[in-house]
């Protein structure tokens, strides 16, 4: 039997949607005749040693490597070892190195562990890239990183075990004068929940017939902001703040919206194309989304999913609202299903990673 090993460096407690992404792949792998493991290393002092230990005692014809940014310079030599004892290194990057710049640079670290962490992934670029067989990115890189490594990179969209999310049972019903949006996120900049409440402060006048409430579930750096923002724009009867929310509790406010909401402001990661899991969560549940920006999984037949403009103003979502055509929301649940499971199940994903 082939063996697959993923071998990762973060911190799990932190990173459950990494934990069940990694999960997911190797069940998936699994069940086409893989013999999997993980090891995790946590990112303490020492890190990169163990690292390179565990490529070099790695027992498999296979090793997913989930990136480590900007300390993968360290390990070429134990790259090339693998690669010389007849191993497939596949590169898991999640987020494009050229994000990460910006990232690293808007970080709470110390301003000398910044210019250290720059100056290592800038300095160093491609070049740990061109010692592995395959690269998987989710998002477009930039044009320095992808110096030498074109032919090996791989856009994937990020996959999801679809059987886990239940499909909604129920849709809320349209009446023309209501239009309920639920967002589930770890609230962040780039989420753009500011633009969509700007937006719905516009839409919400008392001449206009549809109003617009929203459910916001999850929280992060940005939460408090968000309350701010809408108890300021006099929104407090329109927007409700639920927390964070999961199972049962989560999937039933699933059932009383029309649309959901995904990241509205990629452009603030510098980003035109991602891969945002939530997507996936949202069509495996069967709801239809607005989002912006690209996504390699999702093509013009993919209806479901309302691409707004990727850009500051919020012209288009105020004017998105007020045309609101329900057509646009006209899918029954099992038909969105359908899709994430042709396009984004882990089993999917795994053939595309491996063939």
């Known amino acids: 039997m082939r063996k697959l090993i993923y071998i990762s460096s973060f911190y799990p407690e932190k990173s459950p949607g990494v934990v069940n992404k990694i999960q997911g792949t190797l069940e998936a792998a699994s069940r086409i005749g893989y013999s999997t493991s993980w090891i995790n290393i946590v990112p303490e002092p020492g890190f990169l040693c163990k690292l390179s230990q565990a490529l070099d005692q790695a027992q498999a014809e296979v090793i997913l490597f989930r990136s480590i940014c900007q300390y993968n310079f360290y390990l070429i030599p134990a790259f090339i070892r693998a690669k010389k004892r007849g191993i497939k290194l596949v590169m898991d990057v999640p987020t494009p190195n050229g994000t990460a710049i910006k990232e690293l640079a808007k970080s709470s670290s110390s301003l000398i562990r910044k210019i250290k962490d720059l100056a290592y992934l800038i300095v160093s670029g491609p070049i740990p890239y061109w010692f592995v067989s395959r690269i998987l990115q989710y998002a477009n890189e930039s044009s320095w990183f992808l110096l030498g490594n074109r032919s090996r990179t791989q856009l994937l969209g990020n996959g999801i075990e679809v059987n886990s999310i239940p499909i909604r049972n129920s849709v809320p019903k349209w009446t023309g004068d209501r239009l309920d949006l639920v967002c589930v996120a770890s609230l962040n900049y780039w989420h753009g929940i500011d633009r969509l409440i700007d937006a719905m402060a516009q839409v919400n006048s008392k001449e206009s017939k549809l109003k617009i409430f929203l459910k916001v579930i999850g929280e992060g750096a940005v939460f408090c902001q968000l309350k701010e923002r809408?108890?300021?724009?006099?929104?407090?009867?329109?927007?409700?703040?639920?927390?964070?929310?999961?199972?049962?509790?989560?999937?039933?406010?699933?059932?009383?919206?029309?649309?959901?909401?995904?990241?509205?402001a990629l452009y603030r990661k510098n980003l035109s194309t991602a891969s945002e899991l939530k997507s996936r969560e949202y069509c495996a549940a069967g709801l239809p989304f607005i989002v912006v920006g690209n996504d390699p999984d999702f093509g013009k037949e993919a209806k479901f999913r309302i691409q707004l403009a990727n850009h500051e103003p919020i012209d288009d979502l105020v004017k998105f609202f007020q045309n609101f055509n329900p057509d646009l929301i006209d899918f029954s649940p099992v038909e969105i299903r359908k899709y994430a499971e042709k396009h984004l199940d882990f089993s999917v994903k795994v053939r595309q990673i491996l063939d």
Do not use: P, R, W
Request: avoid cysteine.
């Open 230 to 264: 809408v108890k300021k724009l006099g929104l407090d009867s329109y927007v409700n703040f639920l927390g964070f929310l999961k199972g049962e509790e989560l999937y039933t406010h699933y059932e009383t919206a029309h649309l959901a909401v995904g990241s509205l």
